[in-house]
C-alpha cells in the first residue's frame, strides 16, 4: 500500500488593520527607524486594537478563508490545532474558542505552546494524525496577538514584535507531496532568555507582578540570538542533507521571520539564491507562531505543485525545529 502523507491542500491568513510604524514608534521610545530597519529588518507591524479581540479573532478569518477556498464546510473539520503562546485565555484552549466561533462542532481541539516554533510543532503534530489514516481533514493554526504581552516602554522588546496568524488544511494523499520529514528539538534552559516571567502557576497575578511589569515579554536579545542563529542554520541543513537536498533543489525557504540577519544567515548556509527566500518582517515583524503561515498565505500564488520547501523556526523554550514539505498544488 502506498504511503499517506499529510498534504497542506489551502491556506488562510489575517492581519489586522492597524499599522504601527518606526516612526510611530519612535515616537514612542527613545528609538529610530535606522535602528529598527538596520537591527532587525523590520519597518512596520500590525496591532489588533479591536476591544475585547484576542488571538482566536485573528485565527478565525484564517480558517474561513481556507475553509471557502477548499470549499469544504467548517463542519467537515476533524481536529484543529492551534500553535499560540497569546491565547484568548489561560484555558480554555484557544483552539477551542475558534472552532466554536466558525461552527466545527465535529472537530475536538488543542493548543499547543511552542512560541516561535509553535507553527511547526502543531504541523508536525497534525500530520500523524493523517499519516495514520485516522483523519481526513486537519487544520493548524500559527496565531499571535504579541501586543497583548509587549511593554510599549521597553524598546528592547517593543520594536519586534506584531500581531497576526495563519492556517493551513491538512489531508491524506498518496502521491509524492505534502509533509515529508520534520526534525524538532526544545531545550527549557533556554527559559532564562526568553518568557513571560508572571501569569502562570509559579508566580500567579498579583498587583506586585503588575508593578514589576512581570507580565510582559522578557528577552535578553543577544543571547536569544545567539542560539537562534547556530540552531535556525544548524536544523536547516540537517534536514536537508537527511533528505539529499542542496542550494540548488530546494525551491522555498520559509524562515522564522525574527530577524532579518538570522535569516540571512540560515539561508548562507543552506546556500540559497536569496530570491528562494520569502521574507515579509519588514511589513509584519515577528508575529511568533503567526510568521511561517502567513509567508506561505503571501506566496501561495508562486507555489508550484512539487516545489521543495523548507520551513525554520527558533524561539522561545527554547524550542526550534525545519519541517521539509512539498508543495501539493497549483494555484
Ligand atoms: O522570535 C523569538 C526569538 N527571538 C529572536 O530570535 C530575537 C533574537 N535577538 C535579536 O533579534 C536581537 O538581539 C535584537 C533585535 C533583539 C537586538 O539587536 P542587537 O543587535 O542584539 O542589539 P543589542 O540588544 O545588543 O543592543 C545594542 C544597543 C544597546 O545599546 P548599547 O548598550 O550598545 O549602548 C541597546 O541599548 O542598541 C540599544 N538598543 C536600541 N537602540 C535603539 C536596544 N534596543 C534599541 C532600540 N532602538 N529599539
Not at 491524506?172 to 509533509?179: A, H, N
Not at 502557576?201 to 536569544?224: C, I, M, R, W, Y
Amino acid at each position: 500500500m502506498a504511503k499517506i502523507r499529510a498534504a497542506i491542500t489551502a491556506i488562510g491568513g489575517y492581519v489586522p488593520e492597524d499599522i504601527l510604524s518606526n516612526d510611530d514608534l519612535a515616537k514612542m521610545v527613545d528609538t529610530n527607524d535606522e535602528w529598527i530597519t538596520s537591527r532587525t529588518g523590520i519597518k512596520e507591524r500590525r496591532i489588533l486594537k479591536t476591544p475585547g479581540g484576542g488571538a482566536s479573532d485573528i485565527a478565525v478569518p484564517a480558517v474561513l478563508e481556507l475553509c471557502e477556498k477548499r470549499g469544504i464546510s467548517p463542519l467537515e473539520i476533524d481536529l484543529l490545532i492551534c500553535g499560540t503562546v497569546t491565547g484568548d485565555y489561560n484555558f480554555p484552549s484557544t483552539a477551542n474558542i475558534i472552532c466554536d466561533k466558525i461552527g466545527a462542532k465535529n472537530a475536538w481541539s488543542f493548543d499547543v505552546g511552542a512560541a516561535c516554533s509553535g507553527f511547526i510543532y502543531s504541523l508536525s503534530t497534525g500530520s500523524q494524525f493523517i499519516e495514520t489514516g485516522k483523519y481526513k481533514k486537519v487544520v493548524v493554526v500559527g496565531v499571535d496577538k504579541m501586543s497583548s504581552i509587549i511593554n510599549y516602554e521597553d524598546r528592547a522588546t517593543c520594536v519586534i514584535f506584531g500581531d497576526g496568524g495563519g492556517a493551513v488544511l491538512l489531508e491524506p494523499t498518496e502521491e509524492e507531496v505534502g509533509i515529508m520529514d520534520f526534525e524538532l528539538h526544545s531545550d527549557g534552559s533556554g527559559a532564562q532568555y526568553l518568557r513571560q516571567p508572571a501569569g502562570g502557576s509559579v508566580k500567579p497575578a498579583s498587583h506586585e507582578t503588575v508593578d514589576n511589569l512581570e507580565h510582559f515579554v522578557f528577552q535578553e536579545g543577544k543571547q536569544v540570538f545567539k542560539f537562534a542563529v547556530i540552531n535556525m542554520a544548524d536544523v536547516s541543513e540537517s534536514i536537508m542533507k537527511k533528505n539529499k537536498l542542496t542550494g540548488e533543489t530546494v525551491d522555498w525557504l520559509v524562515p522564522h521571520q525574527a530577524n532579518l540577519r538570522i535569516i540571512d544567515a540560515t539561508a548562507h548556509r543552506m546556500e540559497l539564491d536569496p530570491a528562494k527566500v520569502m521574507i515579509n518582517i519588514q511589513k509584519f515583524g515577528n508575529t511568533t507562531s503567526g510568521t511561517i503561515p502567513l509567508c506561505l498565505w503571501e506566496w501561495e500564488k508562486k507555489l508550484k505543485k512539487g516545489d521543495n520547501i523548507i520551513l525554520s523556526a527558533f524561539g522561545g523554550g527554547f524550542t526550534w525545529g525545519a519541517v521539509y514539505l512539498k508543495w501539493a498544488y497549483n494555484s
